[in-house]
């Protein structure tokens, strides 16, 4: 059984599970699904099309499923948002629907998008991530599990964001974010995410291979991809994390990789790459 508020409205092929409970002044649109044991605030709005999964959390004035602020989208285009299990979305975060024909805005499992936060068509958001107050994703932003993203922090459209990255608080990402880095100011990485690696509790001999993976990484000059390439020739990567994090340069990137904080210094400095 499901718990509706006399006040909500509520549209045609709905689909509750079980538990749960929608507030007064809620609106649900259409063709939704919405798992079990989920609380939709009141005053919050779900668009036509959107899957949210079991024990969400969608606060007032969310919406979630709106249409995509992109200048050649057909709005009869049949979209969706998916939601996860067990995700939080608070109080003003807008989702919007994908842009193609049967696609998908995705947020994955145990997620927690913070007040104001906005993620734009077509995003996908990996699980255990977090997007603090007032941050933003562009069209097509892909992000990874365990990621963080402070506050009033923006990403640009179609970056690619790696595995157990921070992003600084009023920073902005316009390049790739490789995994398990610290990044701030204007696409700036500024070392190793170690905090919340320990706090997964990696793996300490891990954790030592990826220092010196990001370390030697780091200190090499040259095209990315052959630097990657070469580290994993000369015996890198053996660990999980030090071969994610190389073969994440080996990827082909739209935006192009974001440098080291020293890089960027010793460029403007002494005019060197």
Do not use: W
């Not at 979305?89 to 919007?96: K, P, S, W």
């Not at 049967?102 to 145990?110: A, D, L, P, R, Y």
């Not at 921070?166 to 696409?187: E, F, K, Q, T």
């Amino acid at each position: 059984m499901s718990d509706t508020h006399s006040l909500a409205i509520i549209g045609e092929n709905v689909s509750f599970g079980n538990d749960v409970h929608v507030g007064p002044y809620a609106i649900i649109e259409d063709n939704v699904k919405i798992g079990r044991e989920t609380i939709i605030a009141s005053h919050a709005i779900v668009r036509s099309g959107t899957i949210i999964g079991e024990r969400c959390f969608i606060d007032s004035f969310a919406v979630i499923g709106g249409l995509p602020q992109h200048e050649i989208f057909d709005v009869i285009i049949p979209s969706k948002v998916i939601v996860g299990n067990n995700t939080t979305i608070r109080e003003y975060v807008t989702i919007h629907r994908a842009t193609k024909e049967k696609g998908s805005t995705k947020v994955g499992n145990f997620c927690m998008l913070q007040s104001g936060s906005h993620v734009a068509h077509d995003c996908e958001v990996g699980d255990h991530s977090i997007l603090a107050s007032g941050s933003m994703l562009g069209g097509k932003v892909k992000l990874g599990q365990k990621c963080f993203i402070g506050g009033g922090a923006a990403i640009h459209q179609n970056v690619v964001v790696g595995d157990y990255v921070i992003l600084g608080g009023n920073s902005r990402a316009a390049l790739d974010l490789p995994p398990y880095s610290m990044a701030a100011d204007v696409s700036c990485v500024i070392g190793l995410n170690l905090v919340r690696l320990r706090r997964e509790k990696m793996n300490n001999e891990n954790i030592v291979a990826l220092k010196e993976c990001f370390r030697e990484f780091y200190k090499r000059n040259g095209n990315y991809k052959e630097r990657a390439k070469a580290m994993l020739e000369s015996g890198y990567g053996t660990t999980h994390e030090s071969l994610n994090f190389l073969n994440f340069f080996l990827r082909e990137s739209k935006m192009g990789i974001a440098p080291k904080r020293h890089k960027i210094v010793a460029s403007a400095s002494y005019g060197t790459a």
